[in-house]
């Protein structure tokens, strides 16, 4: 299972339970791969309210964990932003475009 964008916003009390239900039912058992915007040490108090839940859920999650922390900018705001690139890769990209633009006249 994986689990994109832990803790992002708190969950509501009738949600707070539920994280909790599904690390339960996987711990140990079965592999969980859990990705969050926050550092791990943030994750228990953006869990909400509910801190006796967090606790639960944090034990599960970081008790058999292999934690791999990364840092840097993000890849996703690079996205926008065109990558340094070669000449021969500027023409080859420029007459993709080209022949995409080409197709679409096409079918019209």
Known sequence: M???DLALRPPSPQQA???LE???DRHATRAMIIASQL???SWHAAMG???TIADAI????LSRAHRI???GESLLAGRSAQPATS???QTTAGTAKANVGDRRRRRR
């Open 2 to 4: 994986v689990i994109d």
């Open 17 to 19: 339970p539920d994280p």
């Open 22 to 24: 599904i690390m339960e």
């Open 39 to 41: 550092p791990v040490a």
């Open 49 to 51: 309210d509910e801190q």
């Open 58 to 61: 944090m034990d599960r999650v």
């Open 69 to 71: 922390e990364m840092g």
């Open 87 to 89: 000449q021969a890769n």
